[in-house]
């Protein structure tokens, strides 16, 4: 099947993105808005960028009214990427609901949070991770504009259960749950994990 661009509209090309792009990670994002309501949720156009200094994106998709997390983003410049446990899939999909500005998705969910280290929007008390963030850069891109945010991390958190003995990330260990096309998700509890050895290049075919 051949699938000429000129001929696709925005929402078929997002479909063709989703369904591709697969499995994409989800930030699980808190920020605050300017009247102190606690905002809670998912993105998967979501990546590292560089870790000096240490930068996520999230992509954040164009909508009328704007997202309450960019609105958030644009007021406070602050906000929490959070990596969900697996049994808060559930959570994760209906955070992303058509909520209005004035409610809060945490309380709603009924989910407990703590203060953070030192950005405002607290964390999810159960999350493995949470990267405390300050909004970098914002550049749109697109018609309509979907706006890529930088955000730099300021303060890491990490659950001693997803730690290894080197402590870092161990992979048999954050078992994180995953986006792929339609409503459909990879339960974190379902990843097979498989390890690889350190590549071996021949001599003289190295990069010197």
Avoid at 100 to 123: K, M, N, Q, W, Y
């Amino acid at each position: 099947m051949q699938v000429p661009l000129s001929g696709l509209d925005r929402r078929a090309a997002y479909r063709w993105l989703i369904g591709c792009v697969v499995p994409r990670p989800i930030a699980w994002i808190t920020t605050l808005s300017v009247d102190g309501v606690v905002n809670l949720a998912p993105f998967s156009f979501f990546n590292g960028v560089t870790a000096s200094p240490m930068v996520l994106s999230v992509a954040i998709a164009h909508r009328d009214p704007i997202k309450d997390t960019l609105r958030n983003l644009r007021a406070t410049r602050e906000a929490v990427v959070h990596i969900a446990p697996p049994a808060r899939l559930a959570d994760v999909h209906q955070s992303g609901g058509e909520y209005a500005a004035s409610v809060s998705e945490i309380g709603e969910l009924g989910l407990a949070t703590v203060a953070s280290s030192i950005v405002r929007p607290p964390r999810l008390a159960e999350a493995p991770v949470a990267f405390e963030c300050r909004l970098l850069q914002e550049i749109p891109v697109g018609e309509p504009a979907t706006a890529l945010c930088l955000l730099e991390v300021v303060h890491l958190y990490a659950s001693d259960g997803i730690l290894a003995a080197d402590g870092f990330p161990d992979p048999h260990k954050l078992s994180a749950p995953a986006r792929l096309g339609n409503r459909s998700y990879l339960d974190g509890n379902g990843w097979t994990v498989v390890d690889q050895a350190m590549q071996v290049v021949p001599e003289g075919k190295r990069i010197p």
